[in-house]
């Protein structure tokens, strides 16, 4: 498939990397790469040969938001009827496979919630986060009141809502918004290796984690919990469990088949 906005590619067979690519307006997202992203998306989650999938921008933007040449024409009913980026959303939260941000430079507003949509984010050095959507007069509108808060606490949140501010990669990981940072020239190299570790294990547990980590945003912690185990029983199912604890007893690498 021949995308415009967006570019693919495959890492070791296993590993799909998918990189924004409008580098003339710093990625800005529209319509035409949130339909690229969402068909590169469910392609390769639908592939049985992909066990990861990263995203990344480049090096100077992971995206700095939605594209505010486009929005600066809108009235409310084109913004609500139209639904701008968001109409496909859903689709990312969809993937039942693990997605990893690499971001490096500015991921900011859209930008900054397409980041947290990932399942978790690798910054590099000179990454920048921020939702700077009050300077325009206007608030986050892909979901960045809600999970900033829950991925930052509502100081650090509503502080960078309210005054427009940028949060530097050092900040942003003693926040708890991205899990590690590397520098700029190790991003790529960084965010493949964990792929790549990841795609090393059980398919099937590696997507119940993700799952059961999801839960922990949503219902009650007793809901979470309970989800959790139930999960962790079925896995006593799978040919890979029986795999993992054979070879750790018997002190030889694991080689599992995602059955
Ligand atoms: C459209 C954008 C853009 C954006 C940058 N560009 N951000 N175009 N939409 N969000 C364009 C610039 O107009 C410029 O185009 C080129 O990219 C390079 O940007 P510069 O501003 O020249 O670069 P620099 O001086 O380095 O500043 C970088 C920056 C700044 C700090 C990131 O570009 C900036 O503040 N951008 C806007 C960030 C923002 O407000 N994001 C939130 C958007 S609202 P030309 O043609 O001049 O070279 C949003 C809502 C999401 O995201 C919710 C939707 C449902």
Redesign the pocket.
């Known amino acids: 498939m021949s995308y415009e906005c967006i570019t693919t590619r495959i890492e070791g067979d296993k590993v799909a990397v998918i990189t924004l690519n409008r580098p003339?307006?710093?990625n800005?997202?529209n319509d035409q790469l949130m339909d690229e992203l969402g068909a590169a998306l469910k392609g390769f989650d639908a592939d049985p040969a992909i066990g990861c999938i990263v995203l990344t921008g480049s090096e100077?933007?992971f995206a700095?938001?939605?594209?505010?040449?486009v929005?600066a024409k809108f009235s409310f009913a084109d913004a609500y009827k139209g639904d701008?980026?968001?109409r496909n959303w859903e689709t990312i939260r969809s993937i039942r496979k693990p997605v990893i941000a690499a971001v490096s430079g500015?991921a900011?507003?859209?930008?900054c919630?397409l980041a947290m949509m990932c399942d978790f984010i690798i910054a590099a050095d000179n990454a920048k986060f921020g939702q700077?959507?009050i300077?325009?007069g206007?608030i986050?509108?892909?979901g960045g009141t809600q999970r900033l808060p829950r991925a930052v606490g509502k100081a650090k949140a509503m502080d960078l809502a309210l005054t427009g501010r940028m949060m530097d990669a050092a900040e942003a990981e003693r926040a708890g918004l991205v899990s590690r940072v590397v520098p700029l020239d190790k991003l790529q190299d960084e965010a493949l290796g964990a792929a790549l570790q990841i795609c090393a294990f059980s398919q099937i547990a590696t997507m119940a984690a993700k799952e059961a980590v999801n839960r922990a945003f949503e219902g009650t912690l007793a809901d979470g919990i309970m989800f959790e185990r139930r999960l962790f029983h079925a896995l006593f199912a799978t040919t890979d469990q029986k795999e993992g604890m054979d070879a750790f007893v018997n002190k030889r690498a694991a080689h599992f088949t995602h059955q």
């Open positions: 003339k307006a710093l800005a997202l100077k933007a700095a938001g939605a594209d505010i040449t929005m701008f980026i968001t500015f900011l507003g859209g930008g919630e700077p959507e300077k325009l206007i986050p509108g892909a």
